[in-house]
């Protein structure tokens, strides 16, 4: 990998002892290309560096590697090598956090949701200005086997697959599913719902909150009711 901060150097700092029974979330973020101001001071930087007392953090950042679904495992490996970890957060680093503000905040709703797979709400970028939310549920007749949720009553939503945007996953999730976790050797669809579908026939449920609420930016930045604003930095 051409950046990684995941890798350990010849002699490692001494990590802080993590009380028994308190979560430990590790960060991690996959990365290929420049990232917003807006992204690093909104986001990454809370998470990587303001601490909570209720969960431990620790971190793995990686680029270089050409194939999305290589370095989502290499990540995982990395994350689950530390046996104290106990959640995978996956973050893309063009999701900012919108509601709430505090990503710290956004985790531990994550967290209080105590299911194996909870991710927030946003929206996926696709072609044409098309912006549907980043779940989807199964529908044989469609062109890809999925069709996206577009309404729903409640904020907890049970659905077949969703985006690995801002996503919490248990570690026993990914000690009862064979490695490779990901893998995406087709056009459509990708890596996270190869993973989705795994993690169904390993009988677990995927749970949105939409309580936690993301933008996803690019040039522009589409938020949860579909308006598209500028990056704030």
């Not at 050409?66 to 959640?87: C, G, I, P, Q, W």
């Not at 709703?109 to 105590?114: A, D, R």
């Not at 719902?193 to 930016?217: G, M, N, P, Q, W």
Request: hydrophobic share 40%.
């Amino acid at each position: 990998m051409a950046w990684n901060e995941g890798e350990q150097p010849k002699t490692a700092p001494v990590q802080p002892v993590i009380p028994k029974g308190m979560p430990h979330v590790c960060l991690l973020v996959p990365h290929f290309s420049a990232v917003s101001l807006e992204w690093v001071e909104s986001t990454y930087g809370p998470l990587r560096f303001i601490p909570r007392p209720d969960f431990a953090k620790s971190h793995k950042l990686a680029r270089g590697i050409l194939n999305l679904d290589t370095e989502r495992n290499e990540l995982a490996k990395m994350a689950l090598e530390d046996k104290s970890v106990t959640h995978l957060l996956w973050l893309d680093t063009d999701c900012l956090c919108e509601s709430p503000l505090d990503p710290n905040l956004a985790v531990a709703m994550l967290l209080q949701c105590n299911v194996p797979v909870a991710s927030g709400l946003y929206r996926a970028k696709k072609l044409k200005g098309d912006y549907p939310y980043a779940m989807w549920v199964k529908n044989p007749g469609s062109e890809y086997g999925y069709v996206g949720i577009q309404s729903w009553s409640g904020n907890w939503l049970k659905v077949d697959a969703i985006g690995f945007g801002f996503v919490l996953v248990k570690r026993e999730v990914f000690e009862k599913i064979p490695f490779p976790w990901f893998v995406w050797d087709k056009k459509s669809p990708s890596e996270d719902f190869d993973f989705c579908e795994k993690i169904a026939k390993a009988d677990y449920d995927i749970r949105v909150f939409t309580e936690v609420r993301l933008s996803h930016a690019g040039m522009m930045k589409v938020r949860t009711d579909g308006n598209v604003h500028v990056l704030d930095v």
